[in-house]
């Protein structure tokens, strides 16, 4: 477990593409757990370590995730994710080139729990959710192309149903027409990085989570790293 940001109040931890955030039907082990280990340990606390969940990634999606390391924190992380308070940035890779190489989409989204999937529709339809996103297509390679994300909303699978629904399903991401399967069951979808107004101390707290190291976002690092120079930089903790 890659620890990107800690202080007395919160820990922000980079998510590989095959954990879960929250314990599900699965029984395994969720990544609130083993950071609640991770602290137990080095802290050498005793008895139990309180870690609340505010956000959740997709499990075949990795990135950066926030965990509230005390009651306070968490009640006001979850107004904030809530209220659209967080600035949340993602790098999808995707095999269709964007028709425009930047936009705002809106959609409403349908939830359909039986199959665990969202439909996006272009009007609004009985129990939709409106969902709203901007893209900008940042780098291309031979056969892909590497799209940054601003989620406005928060809705389920909501950017992976978006780009679908835009003709550029994320590769790996066979639930919205990706063509195949990534060979590690990743799909190719990144929150590389987080921005917000600390729930306590209110400082500014922005967090890059370092892209999944194989052939494929390999490829793109260059791009990566001139479009984004400060996720060169330390992430900055403060020891609790």
Known sequence: MEVLYEDNHIIIVSKNSSEIVQGDKTG?????????????????????????????????????????????ALARLNDMFRDGM?????????????EKPEGILTNWLVRNEKQNRSYAYDTEKPGSKKAVLKYRLIGSSVNYHLIEVELMTGRHHQIRCQLAKMGCP???????????????????????????????????I???????????????????????????????????
């Open 170 to 204: 994320i590769k790996g991401d066979l639930k919205y027409g990706a063509e195949r399967s990534n060979p590690d069951g990743s799909i190719s979808l990144h929150a590389y990085r987080v921005s917000f107004e600390h729930p306590v101390s209110h400082k500014s």
């Open 28 to 72: 395994d082990r969720p990544l609130s757990e083993a950071v609640g280990a991770w602290i137990k340990e080095k802290y050498c606390k005793p008895g139990n370590v309180f870690v609340g969940v505010a956000h959740r990634l997709d499990r075949p999606v990795s990135g950066t995730v926030v965990f509230a390391r005390t009651s306070k």
């Open 206 to 240: 922005t967090v890059y989570a370092p892209v999944p190291d194989d052939a494929l976002w390999n490829s793109f690092r260059d791009i990566i790293l001139q479009e984004f120079p400060d996720s060169l930089q330390d992430n900055q903790s403060e020891q609790p």
């Open 86 to 98: 967080v600035d949340k940035r993602y790098l999808a890779i995707v095999r269709n080139r964007p």
